[in-house]
């Protein structure tokens, strides 16, 4: 950026000119970018977490980095992560390049990763500063698709998203987007190896979360168990094959592979996206959806969960190995929140019962748990009439759900209470893997 520039940035009175800010931001390598007031009310549930990161504030630049389509499309997990890392590297740099430029001209700013690292002591509650997608929503930088990603009404879902935090207030700010480029064409749920997108726009968390993200996170501390369990050499082989012990070796030296990202690679939205769809559909089909449902590759569930079934029926190419995914409950708010988040929607079938719980000791809390025809409902207090009432000292219930307490001694120790049907209760837990 010139000095003239400069100093005319430098010379403007608040509020400084949006138009500006994009320049400047263009200037450090962005693609798109759109901005965002702290007070927006699209960011309530987003501001105090933001604040308290970075308590000077005002303004939130949303922006988007393309990705080059064909890398991340190909079969080739290993073409696609690199595009994903350099890529994310270069949101990041970006990012960088913006926060100087406006510290140069007297603002504060700063930036938060694009996606690791994050706050890891908060595991396994949120742990990154700032939710990137709906700021790029709010910021009109583009609307979420079906498959749960932000689709640009430009360059489509093949985008990373950056955000850097201001403190200045501008003079004009963006508008969300009138429309949703999504064609909800479903082939992100034709595409998908666990089933995790519902062609009614249900989406399982659960799923994804554990294959998508097995060199992540909680995949990465099932691995590491599974090494503590093994009483040899030979033991741990047989229960980890040398291909995953050399995959796990490779996310650790130059970053964590994601297993799919199917849902991106297939989606033909946006308006340099869609015309190779829009122009042939069969060959979109055969060239892009089709090597990735074909594809022979392990797709990693957890026992007794929907997936499980899915990948059997849908994808006989695709072998099935179940894992822990390390999501484990630590406290009652967890239990709480993870509950629609790890429901399994076929393994519920036609069940239909209210359940109370009723958590006493060292986290009190009431909670109503509906369940009805595949559909989940989670709610504050005791509301209307349970099927099945359960009682339980808080600490006692988390060990229970983490198998390091016995369910029955808990019982006759009355840690554990129950009134209504107990088969219930077993029904609940086949609900949830």
Same mark, same amino acid.
């Given at each position: 950026?010139?000095?003239?520039?400069?100093?005319?940035?430098?010379?403007?009175?608040?509020?400084?000119?949006?138009?500006?800010?994009?320049?400047?931001?263009?200037?450090?390598?962005?693609?798109?970018?759109?901005?965002?007031?702290?007070?927006?009310?699209?960011?309530?549930?987003?501001?105090? *977490?933001?604040?308290?990161?970075?308590?000077?504030?005002?303004?939130?630049?949303?922006?988007?980095?393309?990705?080059?389509?064909?890398?991340?499309?190909?079969?080739?997990?290993?073409?696609?992560?690199?595009?994903?890392?350099?890529?994310?590297?270069?949101?990041?740099?970006?990012?960088?390049?913006?926060?100087?430029?406006?510290?140069?001209?007297?603002?504060?700013?700063? &930036?938060?990763?694009?996606?690791?690292?994050?706050?890891?002591?908060?595991?396994?509650?949120?742990?990154?500063?700032?939710?990137?997608?709906?700021?790029?929503?709010?910021? $009109?930088?583009?609307?979420?698709?079906?498959?749960?990603?932000? *689709?640009?009404? %430009?360059? $489509?879902?093949?985008?990373?998203?950056?955000?850097?935090?201001?403190?200045?207030?501008?003079?004009? &700010?963006?508008?969300?987007?009138?429309?949703?480029?999504?064609?909800?064409?479903?082939?992100?749920?034709?595409?998908?190896?666990?089933?995790? *997108?519902?062609?009614?726009?249900?989406? @399982?968390?659960?799923?994804?979360?554990?294959?998508?993200?097995?060199?992540?996170?909680? $995949?990465?501390?099932?691995?590491?168990?599974?090494?503590?369990?093994?009483?040899?050499?030979?033991?741990?082989?047989?229960?980890?094959?040398?291909?995953?012990?050399?995959?796990?070796? @490779?996310?650790?030296? &130059?970053?964590?592979?994601?297993?799919?990202?199917?849902?991106?690679?297939?989606?033909?939205?946006?308006?340099?996206?869609?015309?190779? &769809?829009?122009?042939?559909?069969? %060959? +979109?089909?055969?060239?892009?959806?089709?090597?990735?449902?074909?594809?022979?590759?392990?797709?990693?569930?957890?026992?007794?969960?929907?997936?499980?079934?899915?990948?059997?029926?849908?994808?006989?190419?695709?072998?099935? %190995?179940?894992?822990?995914?390390?999501? /484990?409950?630590?406290?009652?708010?967890?239990?709480?929140? $993870?509950?629609?988040?790890?429901?399994?929607?076929?393994?519920?079938? /036609?069940?239909?019962?209210?359940?109370? +719980?009723? +958590?006493?000791?060292?986290?009190?809390?009431?909670?109503?748990?509906? *369940?009805?025809?595949?559909?989940?409902?989670?709610?504050?207090?005791?509301?209307?009439?349970?099927?099945?009432?359960?009682?339980?000292?808080?600490?006692?219930?988390? /060990?229970?759900? /983490? %198998?390091?307490?016995?369910?029955?001694?808990?019982?006759?120790?009355?840690?554990?209470?129950?009134?209504?049907?107990?088969?219930?209760?077993?029904?609940?837990?086949?609900? +949830?893997?």
């Amino acid at each position: 950026m010139s000095s003239a520039v400069l100093e005319t940035i430098r010379s403007t009175p608040s509020p400084f000119p949006a138009r500006r800010l994009r320049e400047m931001a263009l200037a450090a390598g962005a693609d798109d970018v759109g901005f965002v007031a702290l007070d927006d009310p699209a960011l309530t549930g987003e501001r105090e *977490i933001i604040l308290e990161a970075f308590p000077f504030a005002r303004t939130l630049v949303s922006f988007v980095m393309r990705m080059n389509r064909d890398n991340v499309r190909s079969p080739a997990r290993s073409a696609a992560n690199v595009e994903f890392h350099r890529v994310g590297d270069e949101t990041d740099a970006v990012a960088h390049r913006l926060a100087r430029a406006l510290e140069n001209i007297g603002a504060r700013a700063a &930036y938060p990763a694009m996606a690791f690292p994050m706050e890891a002591s908060r595991w396994p509650s949120r742990m990154w500063i700032v939710a990137h997608k709906p700021v790029a929503v709010a910021a $009109g930088l583009g609307r979420i698709g079906i498959h749960r990603n932000v *689709i640009h009404p %430009k360059f $489509g879902n093949f985008i990373l998203l950056g955000t850097v935090v201001a403190d200045v207030s501008l003079d004009s &700010y963006a508008r969300p987007l009138e429309f949703n480029p999504c064609l909800e064409c479903k082939l992100c749920v034709a595409a998908c190896p666990t089933g995790a *997108i519902a062609p009614d726009g249900a989406f @399982q968390f659960d799923a994804c979360y554990t294959h998508n993200y097995r060199e992540f996170m909680g $995949g990465f501390s099932d691995w590491v168990e599974s090494i503590a369990d093994a009483g040899s050499a030979r033991d741990y082989r047989r229960k980890v094959s040398d291909a995953e012990t050399v995959s796990m070796w @490779q996310s650790l030296a &130059y970053g964590p592979n994601y297993k799919a990202a199917y849902c991106m690679a297939v989606c033909p939205a946006g308006e340099d996206v869609i015309s190779a &769809y829009r122009d042939d559909r069969k %060959k +979109f089909l055969e060239e892009i959806v089709d090597p990735l449902r074909r594809k022979e590759e392990t797709i990693y569930v957890t026992q007794g969960s929907d997936a499980e079934d899915y990948v059997a029926r849908r994808f006989p190419a695709k072998r099935v %190995k179940r894992v822990g995914n390390g999501l /484990r409950v630590n406290s009652i708010a967890g239990f709480a929140r $993870g509950l629609s988040l790890r429901f399994q929607r076929k393994r519920a079938g /036609r069940l239909s019962a209210v359940y109370h +719980f009723v +958590f006493t000791g060292a986290e009190r809390r009431d909670l109503t748990v509906a *369940i009805d025809n595949g559909r989940l409902s989670v709610e504050d207090g005791l509301v209307g009439n349970a099927d099945l009432r359960i009682r339980a000292d808080s600490e006692v219930w988390l /060990r229970f759900l /983490r %198998k390091e307490a016995s369910l029955l001694w808990s019982l006759m120790r009355l840690q554990i209470r129950l009134r209504g049907d107990p088969r219930l209760l077993a029904a609940f837990g086949r609900c +949830f893997g």
